[in-house]
């Protein structure tokens, strides 16, 4: 299992991004697949969850409205879309599986700075 993000950066505060996990080494379509985060001397948060099929989205309360799953199973990619960014939603984002264990990407920062 390979998760590779990407599309993280500096961006002012309202403004957007979006994240990207490429994924191999399984099955993709038949994964729920999470993203995550975690900010500078925090425990990782889980920020929003999407079923196999793409037809079942969760999302951390402190980013909904704003943020956006969503996967493209013929690509093996899932994607964070983040609007009206704020500054406490700086973390480093990872993408996760669980298949027979949990499995991480290396991580994309997001700076949301003025």
């Known amino acids: 299992v390979h998760l590779v993000e990407s599309g993280g950066g500096l961006v002012q505060p309202g403004g957007s991004l979006r994240l990207s996990c490429a994924a191999s080494g399984f099955t993709f379509s038949s994964y729920t697949m999470r993203w995550y985060r975690q900010a500078a001397g925090k425990e990782p948060e889980l920020v929003a969850r999407i079923t196999g099929g793409g037809g079942s989205t969760d999302y951390a309360d402190s980013v909904k409205g704003r943020f956006t799953i969503s996967r493209d199973n013929a690509k093996n990619t899932v994607y964070l879309q983040m609007n009206s960014l704020k500054r406490e939603d700086t973390a480093v984002y990872l993408c996760?599986?669980?298949?027979?264990?949990?499995?991480w990407g290396q991580g994309t920062q997001v700076t949301v700075s003025s």
């Open positions: 996760n599986v669980f298949h027979w264990r949990d499995y």
